[in-house]
């Protein structure tokens, strides 16, 4: 692959001192992050979340060669082909996350060690690596985290692998970049309005990508990766489409319908069925006949969506937008960006005021580039939804960006001895302080779930199908319930929705359990309830 040079491109320097440092600090931080990544996967071997069964259920349908569910409007193709190869299962989605997390750090530390090469030093290149190692692993381990089943940290690794090209010294290699962000597309679908967006920008601050062979390279490899789901889906709707995923976000979180799933829909449904209970109640039934999904309406949003008869959704007003935003600002994007601060930024900042040299924080218009690129896909996801695990792959895009784009004046060395030590540390101690909080967290929640699943196996020991065929219908909320089924070998074929459970609940134990019989029809071996204040129950039907 042809690499457009920057003008002029760094001739390779001989190492200096600190560059030697600043290796050897490099590869302490891959080793570290191998570690972490390999305990954070073995500690959350159990955890799932709801997002993560809809990925494991896709995955599932690959294997069994089920190509007409996989390919759907809503979820990301790529993590679970993924999933699909390590064996679809919740402790191979965790080996997975850590892969991930490990093959980011080191396409950071090949980063990290070419810029080290070509670029000659100023004694600010421990600083650096410090910093750089500092916003990777928070954004791995923190933010996004190896617990969550969900294609962030396979966006993660294309970002990674996006900004090594961009701020490669010795040129960029432009077909490299474009297929990192084509395969970035098939990791996340929702990436493509930044894709946009940062083509542009990136254009605007690097005069080589204006050269029609560059833009060329460029744009092929990631149209190859768009095109590769574009038009197996656009076949299967019979009309071009760029999926349902922005259609469904803007209506759940931007008009707030009510139409997610039978927790919270309040209209009507092509799967909603009316039983009259003995004593002439009558209660709500939803059916959810494909053996596919754990768990139908969020494995399968977009089909959920299409039987939807009606619901009800809030105006988007303009005073209403500018709340959501607000919210997103303060809840998320603060959150994540305070770590960025308490990188980069900070150290670099410090570095600069600390020697009394004037810092460039942005010497290269790649760099530039980048960081805008990066503030643009934090933007994107304010405009919605903002999530600290969406947002993490930009932030260290970011991170990047300041990361090595920080130069002090021509001819000026920064900060040496003990503040360069200082200097050197804090960002590693806020890495490790951070993660360390994270997995602490993680070991306590592996816990929380026990008594749930001991109620189970408890009731599985009497059944004589065996407990991997155990069929539960949901009483209440059905998504809180994904995880654990997930964890159970359990499937969600029924529900009755939550507004309807409080007719339930009148009733004597006995003429309870007699109504769960008759809405369960004979297809659910199990009646599964979480109230409102957490607390399960579960009753056998059978």
């Known amino acids: 692959m042809a690499a457009t040079p920057l003008a002029p ?38 955890a799932v979340n709801p997002d993560g069964v809809a990925y494991l259920d896709l995955a599932r349908a690959v294997r069994d060669g089920k190509w007409s569910a996989f390919v759907q ?4 193709p790529l993590y679970p082909l993924v999933l699909a190869v390590v064996g679809a299962t919740i402790a191979t989605a965790h080996l997975a996350n850590g892969a991930l997390a490990i093959a980011g750090g080191w396409l950071l530390s090949r980063t990290l060690r070419r810029y080290l090469t070509a670029v000659p030093d100023d004694g600010g290149h421990v600083v650096r690596v ?7 692993v928070v954004a791995a381990f923190v933010l996004v985290r190896i617990s969550a089943i969900t294609p ?21 290699r432009w077909m490299a970049a474009g ?89 009507s ?13 009558a209660v709500t039934r939803v059916r959810f006949p494909d053996a596919t999904w754990t768990y139908a309406p969020w494995s399968d949003p977009d089909g959920w969506s299409r039987g939807v008869r009606s619901q009800s959704s809030e105006p988007l007003t303009v005073g209403r937008y500018a709340g959501i935003v607000w919210k997103n600002l303060r809840s998320a994007v603060l959150f994540s960006l305070s770590y960025l601060l308490l990188g980069p930024a900070l150290v670099l900042l410090a570095w600069g005021l600390l020697a009394r040299v004037p810092l460039r924080p942005l010497a290269r218009w790649t760099n530039a580039a980048l960081l805008l690129a990066g ?22 895009a970011c991170g990047v960006a300041i990361t090595l784009g920080a130069r002090p004046a021509a001819g000026r060395r920064a900060v ?24 602490r967290y993680e070991w306590q929640l592996a816990a929380l779930s026990d008594p749930y699943r001991d109620e189970m196996r408890t009731l599985s020991e009497r059944a004589s199908d065996g407990f991997k065929a155990r069929t539960v219908m949901a009483v209440g909320p059905g998504i809180v319930l994904m995880p654990l089924a997930a964890q159970l070998g359990a499937r969600i074929v029924s529900q009755v929705p939550t507004r309807h459970v409080s007719q339930l609940d009148v009733l004597s134990p006995a003429d309870r359990r007699a109504a769960l019989i008759e809405l369960a029809d004979s297809t659910a071996d199990v009646a599964w309830e979480v109230d409102r204040r957490g607390r399960s129950r579960v009753t056998g039907l059978r």
């Open 9 to 46: 491109p760094h001739p390779p320097v001989a190492a200096s001192a600190d560059a030697r440092r600043a290796e050897t600090l490099n590869v302490l931080c891959l080793a570290a992050t191998i570690v972490i990544a390999a305990f954070m996967a073995w500690i959350t071997r159990d």
């Open 73 to 76: 409007g809503y979820w990301s």
């Open 130 to 136: 410090s910093a750089a190692w500092c916003t990777y």
């Open 152 to 172: 962030d940290m396979a966006l993660l690794l294309c970002l990674v692998g996006w900004a090594g090209e961009l701020t490669n010294p010795r040129g960029v």
């Open 179 to 267: 297929a990192w962000l084509g395969v970035g597309f098939l990791a996340k679908t929702s990436l493509w309005p930044w894709m946009l967006v940062g083509t542009v920008v990136v254009a605007w601050g690097h005069p080589a990508l204006r050269s029609r062979a560059a833009v060329v390279r460029y744009l092929v490899p990631m149209l190859v990766g768009v095109l590769a789901w574009l038009v197996p889906l656009s076949v299967r709707e019979g009309r071009p489409t760029l999926g349902v995923t922005g259609a469904l976000n803007a209506c759940w979180f931007l008009r707030e319908c009510d139409g997610q799933s039978p927790d919270v829909h309040l209209g």
């Open 269 to 281: 449904h092509v799967a909603y069925e009316e039983v009259v209970l003995p004593r002439g109640e």
């Open 375 to 396: 503030l643009a896909g934090i933007a994107q996801f304010v405009a919605v939804q903002a999530v600290t695990r969406t947002l993490a792959p930009f932030v260290l």
């Open 416 to 439: 040496a001895g003990t503040w360069r030590v200082v200097l050197t540390t804090l960002p590693l101690v806020i890495a490790l302080v951070a993660t360390a909080r994270v997995v």
